[in-house]
T-cell receptor, first 113, second 114 residues
Framework: KNEVEQSPQNLTAQEGEFITINCSYS?????LHWLQQHPGGGIVSLFM???GKKKHGRLIATINIQEKHSSLHITASHPRDSAVYIC???????????????FGAGTILRVKS | SAVISQKPSRDICQRGTSLTIQCQVD?????MFWYRQQPGQSLTLIAT?????????ESGFVIDKFPISRPNLTFSTLTVSNMSPEDSSIYLC???????????FGSGTRLTVV
């Protein structure tokens, strides 16, 4: 079983819809990352969080440490949000920015106009 | 947060040849990380590059196949040596930046080996 599981694997939405992507993990972590990867391959870091909730524009990320679960929400989705969204965790006890970053398989999001 | 310039963005290479990928960071960073993303897969850490010392490779990756240089605190290269079609992947560099985002990634190098 993977240490980081994402759902759904694929998601198609209509423009304007509210989108939720889920991430569950089975290890102790010091922080969780949400990343966005566009078709060209480049990756943008959206959020790093260790508790509570963060908001940036139309994006909201939440984490529940007790339940080992995080969600990424996109409000008023737009075709430009189409990308792969990746959850990654810093395993507790590893180097803060080192080789203890574990990635989920990613969620492929397509937003249709 | 830091800005990374990664080159080349893509390349098509003949098997048996080598390709060197460069990452330039706009600020000094202690550690740089190199990742591979095979088609349809998530990211896998190849190695951690520290300035002034040998890179630390993850299980399954060896220096002869993926030599790394880290001549200063803003620059690193990854070479993919003696390439085969199985090396066709996206290669990304990354640095830890602290603050709200934690990591900055390069724009990726999409490598196709024919």
């Amino acid at each position: 079983k993977n240490e980081v599981e994402q759902s759904p694997q694929n998601l198609t939405a209509q423009e304007g819809e509210f989108i939720t992507i889920n991430c569950s993990y089975s290890v102790g972590i010091s922080a969780l990352h949400w990343l966005q990867q566009h078709p060209g391959g480049g990756i943008v870091s959206l959020f790093m969080l260790s508790s509570g909730k963060k908001k940036h524009g139309r994006l909201i990320a939440t984490i529940n440490i007790q339940e080992k679960h995080s969600s990424l929400h996109i409000t008023a989705s737009h075709p430009r949000d189409s990308a792969v969204y990746i959850c990654a965790v810093f395993k507790r006890g590893g180097m803060e920015y080192g080789n203890k970053l574990v990635f989920g398989a990613g969620t492929i999001l397509r937003v249709k106009s | 947060s830091a800005v990374i310039s990664q080159k080349p963005s893509r390349d098509i290479c003949q098997r048996g040849t080598s390709l060197t990928i460069q990452c330039q960071v706009d600020s000094q960073v202690t550690m740089m990380f190199w990742y591979r993303q095979q088609p349809g897969q998530s990211l896998t850490l190849i190695a951690t590059a520290n300035q002034g010392s040998e890179a630390t490779y993850e299980s399954g990756f060896v220096i002869d196949k993926f030599p790394i240089s880290r001549p200063n605190l803003t620059f690193s290269t990854l070479t993919v040596s003696n390439m085969s079609p199985e090396d066709s992947s996206i290669y990304l560099c990354s640095v830890g930046t602290g603050g709200s985002y934690g990591y900055t990634f390069g724009s990726g190098t999409r490598l196709t080996v024919v």
